[in-house]
């Protein structure tokens, strides 16, 4: 008779599952939340923990199980670079300190950054700055703290890969939230709880966890924040302009109902300014780039085929409501070879 392959072997792998290792096939994310909450007990003992929170899912999900697992002696320290979304500061210190009970420590280091960052253009520059200087005023209001014995990350599976695995695979790029810690920083050990999650693994734990919608449903968002999705020197001024264009783009998403469907958009400011014309008056502004893909594990991806009606509302708000912004442009570029950030 003819054999079914993928039928066949489903079944190869049930079999090999359920008879030989014995699997019972009731997993589900609330037993991997209390095994998880169980190890975080075992390893950490009586000692602290400290974790950065970035404004992010996987910080503030990290986060959610750790204080699950450690209760207060969890303390997160939230440094503020000033490379956050519209209003996202003070959303993620409301819903950590407010809704979760965590000891938020805030930090507001953005004058710092911005002055670091004048005249950087290199992107892997950028990046390193950022991680370094992120360490140093991390590790200032650390030494504040007191004696700590564990310091968390909200590492995720794809991060490691990137970042490189045990030598074998080339560092794409340096993801300032994995590894590179340096010698001086006073921490006993990491604790990596996420490590070997996906992006919707991450989200259905935070539900799990109890964590709200609002924040388990943000945007996948980096460590080094728009400082990778905004081409050239960082400024204020630029940052401003990409911040509301952002949240514009973000919110008619959501209001188109794609928020969920998309799994990374955002805008990303180009460097380019271009002619353009506003009223009678001639203008000389930037270009921004809406970036939206659909992606099972953020290593490959396609762009969104986002709708006309859509992007031509977009489009015409960007120009309408930021300063400084004449030209929309859609990205229609896969991973590879572009990458899903613009740096
Ligand atoms: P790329 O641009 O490499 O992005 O295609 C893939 C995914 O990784 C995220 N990303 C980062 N996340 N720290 C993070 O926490 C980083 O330094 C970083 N760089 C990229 C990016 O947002 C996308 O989801």
């Not at 589900?28 to 404004?55: H, P």
């Not at 989200?203 to 919608?213: F, H, I, N, V």
């Not at 570029?333 to 899903?340: H, I, L, R």
């Amino acid at each position: 008779p003819e054999v079914n392959h993928t039928e066949f072997g489903t079944a190869m792998i049930r079999n090999f599952l359920y008879e030989v290792c014995g699997a019972k096939g009731q997993w589900t994310m609330g037993d991997y939340k209390d095994v998880a909450i169980r190890q975080i007990r075992e390893k950490v003992g009586a000692g602290k923990v400290l974790l950065a929170l970035s404004g992010g899912v996987d910080s503030a999900v990290a986060a959610a199980l750790l204080q699950r697992a450690v209760g207060d002696r969890l303390t997160c320290i939230f440094v503020d670079h000033g490379l956050l979304r519209l209003n996202e500061g003070d959303e993620v210190e409301r819903v950590m300190k407010g809704e979760f009970h965590v000891d938020v420590r805030r930090v507001n280091a953005q004058d710092l950054f911005l002055s670091k960052l004048a005249g950087v253009t290199e992107p892997e520059r950028k990046r390193k700055i950022i991680g370094e200087e992120f360490i140093r005023v991390f590790e200032a209001e650390a030494k504040k703290i007191g004696k700590v014995d564990f310091l968390a990350q909200g590492t995720i599976y794809p991060d490691v890969v990137e970042s490189g695995l045990g030598g074998e695979s080339t560092v794409v790029k340096s993801h300032h939230n994995v590894g590179g810690l340096p010698d001086c920083v006073d921490f006993e050990e990491i604790i990596e709880p996420l490590r070997r999650l996906f992006k919707d693994e991450v989200r259905q734990l935070g539900l799990t966890l109890g964590l709200p919608e609002s924040l388990v449903w943000r945007q996948p968002f980096p460590g080094p924040g728009l400082a990778i999705r905004s081409t050239g020197e960082i400024t204020r001024e630029k940052l401003d302009i990409l911040r509301k264009a952002d949240a514009i783009f973000r919110e008619e998403m959501a209001l188109a109902g794609l928020d969920r469907t998309a799994n990374q958009y955002f805008a990303a400011l180009t460097n380019m300014r271009s002619v353009g014309i506003m009223g009678d008056e001639r203008t000389y502004d930037y270009a921004i780039a809406l970036r939206s893909v659909q992606t099972q594990d953020f290593m490959t991806a396609t762009w969104s085929r986002l709708p006309y009606e859509l992007l031509d509302k977009v489009s015409g708000r960007i120009v309408g409501e930021v300063p400084h912004i004449n030209r929309v442009l859609y990205d229609v570029t896969s991973k590879p070879p572009a990458t899903v950030e613009w740096e």
